[in-house]
């Protein structure tokens, strides 16, 4: 049985499609043993386009299921039906929202559900990371997984759980501890891992 379900899987078009295209560009996925049905996954290093296209690969070629927050400029035409179908929720930053809230409440409302978020929030170098996915988290109490894609080694996927203390500091050190060891595509513009207060 357990292994009929693990054919079903592989021959799942996109997962098989990822698959075959990371193999064919050399990069390998790697990740923990994660049976949760809920979480906040961060993806970081984000200092360009290409993060987006390998990351979403490695967690479809891994088999996860997955929603993702984008900045809403990436959500009009012509392709703003394509980031929609990929599971994209659209955030416009210039506005003032209940965001944090609003993602709290659908995880609260389901019983699996896996939520995407790059906390940089720009492929440019900033000083400071969002952490809106933090608060989301410790409000709706389940885990953060750290993701990763890493240009130096060509691997990705995740590999810690970080459970969210209240302690922003704390947290936010072993955050950045992990980080410290992934290299991006333009190191240049990876800032540090820090974060203002809830925003």
Known sequence: MKRNKIK???????????????????????????????????????????????????MTAIGLKLYWVGKHTIFRRPFGWLMNLMGGIPVDRTRSTNFVDQIVMSFQESDKLIVAIAPEGTRGWTEYWKSGFYYIALKAEIPIILGYVDYARKMGGFEKIIIPSGNLPDDQEHISEFYQTITAKFPENFGPVRFRSQE
């Open 8 to 58: 079903r899987s592989l021959l799942n078009p996109s997962r098989l499609f990822s698959i075959i295209i990371l193999w064919l560009m050399g990069w390998k996925t790697r990740c923990i043993p994660l049976d949760l049905p809920k979480y906040v996954l961060i993806g970081a290093p984000h200092t360009s386009n290409w993060d987006f296209v390998i990351g979403y690969m490695i």
